[in-house]
């Protein structure tokens, strides 16, 4: 760990909503509405369960899945500040693909969209491109240097967790058709199933310190994290 995160520890947990009910099979009603399945209730209470100090700030993304993943937390610590920040899920097909669809049956759109290998392809209202999305997540990975909350829990999404850890690994690295091939190699070495979290260091000279990721598991107050 780089010494200045080590003396400040602001910490981020960074973690993914819970299991979300178009996941278990259930058609989506629109982009960014399917909610969590009942499952992913359960998910989202034992990650509450495993905060045991309140945060300075509750993060969630506007997506619906996000929210209530987040929402035992909030019913938890009631004092705690809460916002909303663009950290929804990476959406490289259209809005309209996502009404009445279920996960499989975007897949083959899904798979064209990375096999064209156009970083600033963007298929229409509601979609982004490759370069969007990691501009997003720049922005994201700004905004956590920038405020001083001592210790912040924020529920994003898959795509967008592993673009945030694929750029602070490559911060430079030139927005291409190898650059997506990369990200798309990392995705394959980063898991990120529901409810992870990687915890976050954040350093007094803006360093980012990505820790051992964790996951809540059944039982009273949670194992806590494991890193």
């Known amino acids: 760990m780089a010494k200045d995160a080590e003396n ?7 973690v993914r909503h819970g299991h979300r009910a178009d996941e278990a099979g259930a058609p989506s009603e629109g982009l960014g509405l399917p909610p969590l399945s009942t ?15 309140p945060p300075d700030l509750l993060v969630a993304s506007p997506f619906v899945r996000a929210q209530e993943t987040l929402a035992p937390a909030r019913a938890r610590f009631p004092g705690t500040p809460f916002e909303t ?6 959406t490289m097909i259209p809005a309209a693909m996502f009404e009445g669809t279920t996960c499989e049956d975007r897949e083959s759109a899904i798979d064209a969209y990375w096999a064209a ?14 370069v969007e999305l990691i501009q997003r997540v720049e922005t994201f990975i700004e905004a956590l240097r920038a405020r001083r909350e001592r210790f912040t829990v924020v529920v994003s999404h898959g795509y967008t967790i592993q673009a945030a850890l694929w750029r602070l690994r490559e911060p430079e690295a030139v927005l291409d058709g190898r650059a997506m091939d990369r990200f798309q190699a990392f995705r394959g070495i980063t898991p990120v199933p529901t409810v992870i979290v990687f915890p976050l260091t954040v350093g007094h000279a803006g360093t980012i310190h990505v820790g051992v990721p964790w996951r809540p598991l059944k039982g009273p107050g949670g194992p806590g994290p494991r890193d």
């Open 39 to 53: 499952r992913g209730r359960k998910e989202a209470h034992m990650l509450a369960r495993s905060i045991t100090r």
């Open 8 to 14: 400040t520890g602001r910490a981020v947990w960074l």
């Open 117 to 130: 290998k156009d970083p600033t392809r963007n298929q229409g209202p509601g979609a982004e491109s490759f």
């Open 85 to 90: 920040w663009p950290v929804q899920e990476f």
